[in-house]
């Protein structure tokens, strides 16, 4: 069964410095998600993407987040300037259709720890 | 967009039924009811979907009354690793609640 990946699993940097996390969705899905939870706290929204636009995102998702598809493979989140409340498990989804019968496949998340 | 409503926390112990509500009481017309589970350190996973009546899968079985303003996710005879968190989620909604910590006790 195709699975939704992320890179990398874990990663510790410092206040103020920009991280990248990447994912790879489930080849056929042509909508892409990225979501966040705090430890301890629930799945947040942060933006969903569509024919490389953005289609909707969250308050959360401010002028220091920008998501891009490269390569038409790797979906990626880039986080510019770090604060320590961006410390979160970072989850990649990806769905083939926004129809009502819409079902997110999620990847394993990315732990980010900012110092 | 429909908001749920579902229990903080559960618990139950091995080889019950355990039953998980939902509240929906804005559902649109075209709203499917989607249920996920959760487990620490793990991204959501897709448990089963459906619109009305009864669904069944591998894993669990969802009940959904005519009216929809309400669904109720089954897990036959749990174990231990049914331990997690589940969420309800209808249409096309982006937004988890704090789904439902279900702790299956031995």
């Known amino acids: 069964e195709p699975e939704v990946t992320q890179t990398p699993s874990h990663q510790v940097t410092q206040m103020g410095q920009e991280v990248i996390l990447r994912c790879v969705p489930i080849s056929n899905h042509l909508y892409f998600y990225w979501y966040r939870q705090i430890l301890g706290q629930k799945v947040e929204f942060l933006v969903s993407f569509y024919n490389n636009e953005i289609s909707e995102k969250s308050e959360i998702f401010d002028d220091q987040f920008s998501v891009e598809r490269p390569d038409g493979s790797n979906f990626t989140l880039k986080i510019r300037s770090t604060k320590l409340e961006d410390s979160a498990m970072y989850f990649c989804?990806?769905?083939?259709?926004?129809?009502?019968?819409?079902?997110?496949?999620f990847g394993p998340g990315t732990r980010l720890l900012v110092l | 967009l429909a908001k749920t409503t579902q229990p903080i926390s559960m618990d139950s112990y091995e080889g019950q039924e355990v039953n998980i509500t939902c509240s929906h009481n804005n559902i649109a017309t075209n709203d499917y009811i989607t249920w996920y589970q959760q487990f620490p350190s793990q991204g959501p996973r897709f448990i089963i979907q459906?619109?009305?009546t009864k669904v069944t899968n591998e894993v669990a079985s969802l009940f959904i009354p005519a009216d929809r303003k309400s669904s109720t996710l089954s897990l036959p005879r749990v174990s231990l690793s049914d331990t997690a968190v589940y969420y309800c989620?209808?249409?096309?909604?982006?937004?988890f609640g704090p789904g439902t910590r279900l702790s299956v006790l031995p």
């Open positions: 459906g619109y009305k």
């Open positions: 989804a990806g769905s083939h259709t926004r129809s009502g019968e819409e079902t997110q496949y």
């Open positions: 989620l209808v249409g096309q909604n982006f937004v």
